[in-house]
Nanobody, 120 residues
Framework: QVQLVVSGGGPVQPGGSLRLSCAASGSIVSIYTMGWYRQAPGKQRELVAAITSGGSTTYADFVKGRSTISRDNAKNTVYLQMNSLKFEDTDVYYC??????????????WGQGTQVTVSS
């Protein structure tokens, strides 16, 4: 019915950059909010950044000024540009989307986690 395909994670040096992408596919009528979350071992999953269908954005304090979330509605894709990466940015990152389907049905979906590892 729906799938979120995530790419862009990987190893990076401190101060480097990564661009995560999350593409939604399936019988989607509309995409509402899309966002990125992270979860460290033994920790609660937490919001990194989110963007609404209207383009309004929200950022966690730990990424403000370093990351930018954007979306390409034509491609049903959300991006997270991560700059000036720090050791503490190392985590598994997840994509989330609130999707609309025919019949005014709305579902929340999670993509598979992608590993971001910041090391020297």
């Amino acid at each position: 019915q729906v799938q979120l395909v995530v790419s862009g994670g990987g190893p990076v040096q401190p101060g480097g950059s990564l661009r995560l992408s999350c593409a939604a596919s399936g019988s989607i009528v509309s995409i509402y909010t899309m966002g990125w979350y992270r979860q460290a071992p033994g920790k609660q999953r937490e919001l990194v950044a989110a963007i609404t269908s209207g383009g309004s954005t929200t950022y966690a304090d730990f990424v403000k000024g370093r990351s930018t979330i954007s979306r390409d509605n034509a491609k049903n894709t959300v991006y997270l540009q991560m700059n000036s990466l720090k050791f503490e940015d190392t985590d598994v990152y997840y994509c989330n989307a609130r999707l609309g389907f025919s019949g005014n049905l709305m579902l929340g979906s999670w993509g598979q986690g992608t590993q971001v590892t910041v090391s020297s």
